[in-house]
């Protein structure tokens, strides 16, 4: 049986992964929106993407931004 802080970083690693899978489906949907795209450009416009997203929790009740996050 795991403990909670086991369970916790179990969860954080999924987290990070889902992330990383995340990213990397968007850079096949940029490679294939943009034939020919350089690694530069690529990283650039996934940047860019990565920062426009809104942010999901905004509008939950007690949930707070960071000042540099807004």
Same mark, same amino acid.
């Given at each position: 049986?795991?403990?909670?802080?086991?369970?916790?970083?179990?969860?954080?690693?999924?987290?990070? +992964?889902?992330?990383?899978?995340?990213?990397?489906?968007?850079?096949?949907?940029?490679?294939?929106?943009?034939?020919?795209?350089? =690694? +530069? +450009?690529?990283?650039?416009?996934?940047? =860019?993407?990565?920062?426009?997203?809104?942010?999901?929790?905004?509008?939950?009740?007690?949930?707070?931004?960071?000042?540099? +996050?807004?």
């Amino acid at each position: 049986m795991k403990g909670p802080l086991e369970a916790a970083s179990q969860r954080l690693r999924t987290a990070f +992964d889902l992330f990383e899978a995340g990213c990397e489906m968007k850079r096949m949907a940029l490679r294939r929106q943009y034939p020919g795209l350089n =690694q +530069d +450009d690529e990283r650039r416009l996934l940047g =860019q993407w990565l920062r426009d997203k809104e942010v999901p929790l905004a509008n939950v009740p007690g949930f707070r931004l960071r000042k540099e +996050d807004a």
